[in-house]
């Protein structure tokens, strides 16, 4: 099935769900064939009224696919807004971080075919990665279904069982922040050894951005493209010697990042099992 054929029906747009949407449509979803509920839509969510996208209101006919694009926080009261879509044919594609299958089963019904998803914001200019697993109750088809619309917004993993996606969550899901926070960290030090902010800024921006874009492209291995730069005791070599001091050094401090990020996954996960 093409994106121009499917019927959609997003339960939140937020920030994720505006960056999914927006990615689809430039990729052929139709809005005359999406609905969308979001209590609070942002302008360019209202504009999209006009080229035929249903907002906040009951879709005509049954969707093809539902998607869960709200926080897990919230999710036990926005799930009940499409449970009659349960048990059926309908796909549920959830995105919340830390509401496991369990408690989507408890809300939408034991038979419903549920996918969960951890995409990252990228997925706005189609350079998203998402993780992906599904329930037993998932077809081959539906599975393939769910995999060529979140690669219709970047790149997709199948994981093997759903405990891995707590550590997803922590990598890929959380971990453009983290790329940005290091550009900030970039931006300050620049300026710290003498640049102005402007040209420090623009120095870190573009560095960041064209060393992603060359590892992609390349196809190298991250370690192989850093050899490549890091002359024996060059500047790249000092620097580099500061990033791997240990217990204070970059890949510690990676760690200990994405770590807090899996072990939040975690308990958001407990909190949404103890509400069965």
Same mark, same amino acid.
């Given at each position: ?48 009224? #006009? ?5 906040? +209101?009951?879709? !005509? %006919?049954?969707?093809?696919?539902? @998607?869960? &694009?709200?926080? =897990? ?100 899901? #959380? ?5 940005? +926070?290091?550009? !900030? %960290?970039?931006?300050?030090?620049? @300026?710290? &050894?003498?640049? =102005? ?80």
């Amino acid at each position: 099935m093409q994106l121009n054929s499917l019927s959609v029906l997003l339960i939140g747009c937020g920030k994720m769900g505006s960056a999914l949407l927006k990615g689809w449509l430039s990729n052929g979803l139709r809005p005359d064939l999406t609905t969308v509920y979001e209590p609070y839509p942002s302008q360019w969510l209202s504009g999209l009224v #006009s080229q035929g996208l249903q907002l906040n +209101a009951q879709p !005509e %006919a049954k969707p093809d696919i539902v @998607i869960l &694009a709200t926080k =897990p926080q919230i999710m036990e009261t926005a799930v009940p807004k499409c449970r009659l879509f349960g048990n059926g044919s309908t796909i549920f594609l959830s995105i919340a971080a830390g509401t496991l299958f369990s408690s989507l089963e408890k809300m939408l019904g034991e038979k419903t075919p549920i996918i969960r998803a951890m995409p990252n914001t990228p997925a706005a200019i189609s350079r998203g990665i998402s993780g992906i697993v599904a329930n037993e109750q998932v077809n081959d088809f539906q599975l393939a279904l769910a995999q060529n619309l979140m690669a219709a917004v970047g790149a997709t993993v199948l994981l093997e069982n759903e405990q891995q996606m707590h550590a997803v969550t922590g990598l890929s899901g #959380s971990g453009p922040a983290y790329i940005f +926070a290091m550009t !900030e %960290a970039m931006t300050q030090a620049g @300026i710290d &050894a003498g640049l =102005p902010t402007k040209i420090a800024e623009k120095l870190a921006r573009n560095t960041v951005a064209g060393a992603g874009h060359l590892m992609l492209e390349s196809g190298e291995e991250a370690s192989a493209l850093r050899e490549q730069v890091t002359s024996p005791n060059g500047t790249t070599y000092a620097g580099q010697k500061a990033l791997e001091r240990a217990n204070t050094g970059l890949g510690d401090l990676m760690s200990k990042t994405i770590r807090a990020a899996q072990q939040r996954s975690e308990e958001l996960a407990q909190k949404s099992a103890d509400y069965e």
